[in-house]
């Protein structure tokens, strides 16, 4: 079985510590979640496993959002998530590296509007590992998105993170029966 792990949504506007929507902030800096993900995806990195980074952005003028989000109406008013501003740029002390493929999500789902299921097609790639933030919004969304389009999926609860502890914690309940909810120590023991 063919395995990547997904990185979701770390970037400043989103877990920054001055970013426009980051409520996530407390939560990732207390889980420490940028150093966690450092592990996993070097580990990834060593294993032939596909590292893929996935972050929300959009257009300037905002014509690329969905427009019946209040979610991302609200970003529009507040000029959040321009892919042009530095809101959306990798958190700092994030290892991207740039073999890694990364993808532009223009929704919730790290799916939506981009080439990430043809990648993986294409790259005959049949488990997802899936981390980051939020586990309410993008992780919730993307296991349950990435379940119906037949892949295997594992969401690595330590390497996610939502406003507080408590929401992360119903999320990862959530996904049950979806998802296999599994931890960076299990990751790092796979072949």
Same mark, same amino acid.
């Given at each position: &079985? ?68 209040? &979610? ?64 309410? &919004? ?39 029966? &979806? ?13």
């Amino acid at each position: &079985m063919s395995q990547a792990l997904i990185i979701i949504d770390l970037i400043e506007e989103i877990i920054g510590k001055n970013g426009l929507s980051n409520s996530s902030y407390q939560q990732v800096l207390t889980r420490n979640i940028v150093e966690k993900t450092n592990q996993a995806a070097n580990f990834a990195r060593s294993h032939n496993i596909p590292v893929i980074w996935v972050k929300v952005g959009f257009a300037d003028d905002y014509q690329d959002i969905p427009t019946g989000s209040p &979610m991302f109406q609200r970003a529009k008013q507040i000029g959040a998530l321009k892919l042009s501003g530095n809101g959306c740029n990798w958190v700092h002390d994030l290892e991207v590296h740039f073999r890694d493929p990364v993808m532009i999500k223009k929704g919730v789902s790290a799916f939506k509007g981009n080439k990430l299921n043809k990648w993986l097609i294409d790259n005959q790639i049949s488990h997802l590992y899936l981390a980051g933030v939020s586990s309410l &919004m993008a992780i919730q969304s993307s296991a349950r998105q990435a379940h119906d389009l037949g892949y295997y999926v594992s969401v690595l609860d330590d390497l996610c993170a939502a406003a507080t502890l408590e929401l992360h914690e119903q999320s990862m309940q959530a996904l049950q029966g &979806m998802a296999t909810i599994s931890s960076l120590k299990e990751f790092m023991q796979i072949k």
